[in-house]
Structure formats: C-alpha cells, structure tokens
C-alpha cells in the first residue's frame, strides 16, 4: 500500500460567531484538490433561545457554492431572486460566474423547536474553468430522493455532484468531478473511483483507515495520482468522498471572490464596496467589504 497516501490535512477550527468550522481548503501551497478550492465543515451545533446561523448577504464571483447538510436546515436566498430551504441529504448547487449575491439563515420555525435549532454540514466550493469564470449566475435545488445512491457491502453513498461508479448526479457542473457522501458500517471497505486524476477522503464523524494508518474526523487524505485509493471504517463513520480533473491554472481567492485573474477580484471588491451587485429580494442587510 505504499505511495497510496499523498498527503493528509487536518480542518483548521474558525469561529464564526455562534458556531464553529473546521476549514480543510484551501490550505497553505495546496489550493485545490480536483476544482474543490474551499471546504468547510460546520458544526454540528445547537443553538438555544431562539438563536440559530445567520449568514448575512454577500457576493460571490467566479466559483459554484455547494451546500450540503447532515442535520438542522437553512433557507436560502440570492439576488437571482431564489428562496429556497434545504434539508438534509439536499443539495444546492449555486453557481455564482459573473457575480451573485446570498443569504443563508436558520428559518424562524427551526429557532422556535422546543430543542433548538441545529447544524451540521459541508459548505465547498468548486473553482470554475477559466471559460466558465463569467459565465450567468445561477441557482439548482436537487432533493435527496433525486439523487443516485449506492448501497453495499455495509456502505450507503450518495452522488452530490459530478460522476462516479457509472451514474450522474443532476447538479450541472463544468468539468470532471465526483462528490460522495458516504454511510459507513464497521468494517465497510471503500474503493475511490479511479476515472479521477485527483482524489480526497474526508472524516465528518468516526474513523478510517487508508493504507494502515486510522484517520479521525476532522482529516482530509488526499491520495496520489493512479493509486489504488480505498478505506476501510474501523467503526460506524461518515466521510465525504471528493476529486476531479486538475484546475485549470491557479485562482486568486480575496474574501468571497476566486478568480484566475487579480484584476478581476480588484473589480469585484469595487463593485461590492459601491452597491453595482444586485439586491437580495426579502433579507436587506449585509456584510461588508472587509478591509485590506
């Protein structure tokens, strides 16, 4: 099994006020795995009295948002106009291209459950090619039931985004890619798909072990190029499965933004200083340009 394990990365605790992430991506010179350049796994948490995330408006530009939740629920909001609550085993899939702007809230029905609102999930996203970048923003809700899954062997896996094993999840993404959940038994195997050049295996909850090394919640293990890659659950666990062809070039990231050119960020941090971004109908605050 030597030469499988190319390098494991370990989430980064960030306090978002209320709640915490283990951000995994980008991390240091290693900016993307596939067209991944940012991964963050929030909570899981619980909030009491009422509280519950409240992520304010802000932009985006040259990127797809993937939102994908285990537990609790948000209502989504963008300029495009969209109002739309995502569960768990959902997936929104946003792209943002030449520039949007979203909300994401605990609903006002979840702050009042008896128990308190909750959440926990993976937010990524997904670098779009150079000749996507400008592309129209736009805004697709896959329900769970719409997606493909693949059971056996004491694993559950469901497709995200992009293919795997055969089978087409319905996100509309813009180049090769793969994005897994996965259930694990204790003792269930797991083979990566092997159409991919660049592939990656992510703890959320209990332990795996690649190549004779366990690996706990909170580590990415990134696997070389044509390796053999699997993993084996030492107990019941959940890991996110992610890859796909190398990026095109390397991409800027300042804030919200990720482009292949610095100019182009220099614009986007202008135009969102200035108002020229559109307006989120029904949720009017807003988070401001940070400074430098």
Known sequence: ????????????????????????????????????????????????GGGGVDVRPHPHIG????????????????????????RP?????MVAGRGIVHSERTPPESRRAAAGATIHGIQTWVALPQSREE??????????????????????????????????????????????????????????????AERAAY?????VEVAGERHAAGHMVLFEAGAEASLAATGRATVMLLGGAPLDGPRHIWWNFVSSSAERIERAKADWREGRFAAVPGDDERIPLPDG
Request: net charge negative.
């Open 89 to 93: 085993g959902d997936v929104n899939w």
């Open 63 to 86: 990127l797809a948002t993937v939102t994908y939740l285990f537990d609790g629920e948000f209502m989504h909001r963008d300029s495009l106009g969209t109002a739309q609550l995502i």
């Open 203 to 207: 703890v959320v909850d209990g332990e």
């Open 1 to 48: 099994m030597k030469g499988v394990v190319a390098r494991v990365l370990e989430g980064r605790p960030r306090d978002l006020g209320g709640f915490s992430v283990r951000r995994v991506l980008p991390a240091g010179r290693l900016q993307t795995v596939g067209p991944f350049i940012f991964f963050d796994h929030m909570g899981p948490a619980n909030f009491a």
């Open 135 to 196: 592309t129209e923003p736009s805004f697709e809700h896959h329900p769970a039931a719409t997606l493909p899954e693949f059971h056996g062997g004491g694993a559950a896996m469901r497709l995200i985004a992009g293919d795997a094993f055969g089978k087409r999840a319905p996100a509309s993404v813009y180049s090769p890619m793969f994005y897994l959940a996965a259930t694990l038994e204790p003792g269930a195997v797991v083979a990566l798909p092997d159409e991919h």
